[in-house]
């Protein structure tokens, strides 16, 4: 299948710069894909669409502040750390695998000096596209309250902000989180989940419609766009996820009662057709997936799903369509843009039902 199926454009404009006023105040179109409608509502009804006993199957991983923005020491140039996990330490010193955008301008061992007097950190080794080995001079427990409290989270390259220095960081710490973020290893938010609230959950659990979690920790990978002419051709990144022995009883639960596993983006559906045998039952466990999902994929344990808008030249847009299809999908894109829906992570989000 071509990667430039979806050949259209997203206006700029329509590209979400910050979230809505209220988590569940966005816009959610509902496609059912069986009788190829499309209809309008807002977050605060999803209990109502779906059915009592279907089970939410969500992604509980937690965001962590990995951007730093720190200077050049002797010529004062910026230079940005993003900060993709801590691979060591001992002797005073906390190693970290990072990227830096400046990458080939920087030598080894140069030093940059760290915002908010954090001290200075060494650029010890260059890796592969912008991958660096970074050494703070301080111990792990330091080194990772420091990056806590300094680090900025790390907003996708879409979302453009014009001061490094600007009015949403704090809000963005809780916004580019969900409010059931608990297992801390993500670098990208799981954006579908961003929408719920505490009085939606009332919603759910008054309708009688469960929920469950999985952990897939989002990498920097998921902002890569397609780059080769076919999906085949697609070296697909690799994600760490999670699923517990209660999820998998959850699933097989609504299995027996005739309930839907309606699965919260594509970070949890993923995760869940990487370990679901061919009745649709999960094993727990962990591991890693590169599993990419397009046409004419057949999913096993997905029966219903609930995503954001994607850009139309990623893995994440190729998933929807393997479930709706590629034309109902180019329909209902081209009528968000129409209906002035927002687009992408801090964006509306789509109700994809059978």
Not at 220 to 233: H, N, S
Not at 322 to 339: D, H
Request: aromatic share 8%; with cysteine.
């Amino acid at each position: 299948m071509r990667s430039d199926t979806f050949n259209f454009e997203v206006p700029p404009e329509l590209i979400a710069q910050t979230p809505a006023a209220k988590r569940d105040e966005s816009r959610l179109m509902v496609v059912r894909r069986q009788a190829g409608t499309i209809e309008h509502h807002t977050f605060k009804d999803l209990p109502q669409l779906l059915n009592a006993g279907d089970l939410l199957v969500m992604n509980n991983t937690r965001v962590k502040p990995c951007r730093l923005h720190c200077k050049r020491e002797g010529t004062g140039g910026h230079v940005e750390l993003f900060l993709l996990r801590r691979i060591g330490g001992g002797g005073g010193a906390t190693l970290y695998e990072a990227l830096t955008g400046s990458w080939r301008n920087i030598p080894e061992g140069a030093r940059v000096e760290l915002p908010f007097e954090g001290g200075s950190a060494t650029l010890v080794e260059k890796g592969e596209s912008g991958h660096w080995m970074v050494r703070f001079d301080m111990e792990s427990p330091e080194a990772e309250a420091y990056i806590e409290q300094a680090a900025k989270m790390p907003l996708p390259p879409y979302i453009k902000r014009e001061r490094q220095d600007d009015e949403f960081v704090e809000m963005d710490r809780e916004r580019y989180q969900t409010v059931f973020a608990k297992a801390e290893g993500a670098v990208a938010a799981p954006t579908a989940g961003l929408h719920f609230t505490p009085e939606v959950f009332d919603g759910l659990d008054a309708r009688g419609i469960a929920r469950a979690f999985v952990t897939l920790h989002v990498g920097p990978g998921t902002f890569r766009p397609l780059k080769t002419e076919t999906l085949e051709e697609h070296p697909m990144h690799s994600e760490e996820y999670t699923v517990p022995d209660e999820t998998v009883a959850a699933v097989r639960r609504a299995r027996e009662n005739g309930g839907r596993v309606v699965v919260v983006g594509s970070t949890s559906c993923r995760t869940l057709e990487t370990v679901s045998d061919e009745r649709g039952i999960p094993q727990a466990g962990s591991g890693a997936t590169k599993l990419f999902v397009y046409p004419p994929y057949r999913f096993r344990c997905t029966d219903a799903m609930l995503t954001n808008f994607h850009l139309p030249h990623s893995t994440l847009i190729f998933l929807v369509a393997a479930w709706l299809g590629s034309e109902l999908t180019r329909q209902a894109y081209l009528e968000a843009i129409e209906k002035r829906y927002r687009f992408f992570s801090y964006g509306d989000a789509m109700l994809c039902l059978p």
